[in-house]
């Protein structure tokens, strides 16, 4: 019998014979998404360490994919459309995990939904979740745990000092406007400690230079020896990607200094802590 490496249980199969059962396949967590254009956004999920998993993306719609790494990017969605994702992991012998489950607003939505929604994963009762704000509104963020709410902010992060030890959690941040108005949430699921993935190495050496009243430049400096792309959030929701150092930006607002975050993704789909700069009106 073909024993594989992974936990098994013994169960009892008719009289006297003993078949092993499969360990449940291990959960998708960490999952959010970025929203690029009307009809592109990427969803980011945990890797799981020393497990050679496929994930399967559903969208609401019907549309199917496969994919080994720790993201997809679907440049098929329909502008002005809210798309629900299903993601599954399915380890090497058809196990399937429980689907974690994620919306992503219309591009012209976006504003307004918690942006670039991550987390951080200190000890086995304490985490910490954060967002960007939307500048220059004076919004409140309600946050909950498993459906209960935890608190209301004006900030862009929550501490958690009280998780469930051995358990995982799902965060939803709500956007609530200035008329009490509540927008599309988002979502995040974090694992328990020690099991979230390997970080990739953040970017270093930032710099910048200013141009111009609507145009600057983010700098950074090269890992040797790695294929590395680089995330680029600016404070009120622009974003790029870019395999480079360096990122141009001429679509600033004159009289407006603004912040840069920037998070460096592995070859395997990791994401790096977040580093940022702040960078001074033209």
């Known amino acids: 019998m073909n ?39 990427e969803l980011f999920w945990d890797r799981v360490p020393n497990q050679a998993l496929t994930y399967e993306i559903l969208r609401n719609d019907g549309q199917l994919s496969t994919t080994d790494g720790t993201s997809f990017y679907d440049s098929t969605r329909s502008p002005g459309v ?21 919306t992503v607003a219309p591009f012209d939505q976006v504003s307004l939904q918690p942006l670039h929604l991550r987390g951080d994963v200190y000890s086995s009762t304490t985490a910490e979740i954060l967002w960007v704000r939307v500048p220059n509104r004076d919004l409140s963020y309600e946050v909950e745990r498993d459906g209960v709410v935890m608190s209301v902010t004006h900030g862009n ?13 799902t965060y939803t941040v709500t956007t ?3 008329l009490g108005i509540r ?14 993935s390997i970080d990739s190495p953040p970017a270093t050496g930032l710099k910048s230079s200013v141009y111009s009243a609507t145009a600057a430049e983010i700098h950074w400096d090269r890992v040797p020896n ?5 995330e680029l959030l600016r404070d009120d929701g622009l974003s790029n990607i870019s395999n480079g150092t360096s990122y141009y930006d001429n679509k600033r607002f004159p009289g407006t200094s603004n912040t840069y975050i920037i998070t460096t993704i592995d070859e395997e789909g990791n994401r790096s802590s977040a580093v940022s700069i702040d960078v001074p009106a033209g």
């Open 157 to 169: 992060s929550y501490y958690d000092s009280a998780r469930t030890s051995g358990a995982p959690n």
């Open 82 to 102: 809210t798309s629900d994702y299903a993601v599954t992991a399915i380890d090497s012998d058809g196990v399937r995990s429980t689907t974690a489950t994620t």
């Open 183 to 196: 927008h599309l949430p988002a979502t995040l699921t974090l694992g328990l400690f020690g099991t979230e």
């Open 3 to 41: 024993i594989r490496n992974t936990v098994l249980t013994a169960c009892l199969v008719g009289s006297g014979y003993f078949a092993p059962a499969l360990a449940a396949t291990p959960d998708v967590t960490g999952l959010r998404a970025d929203i690029y254009s009307t009809n592109s956004a």
């Open 176 to 178: 609530i406007d200035e």
């Open 226 to 230: 790695r294929d590395l792309r680089y």
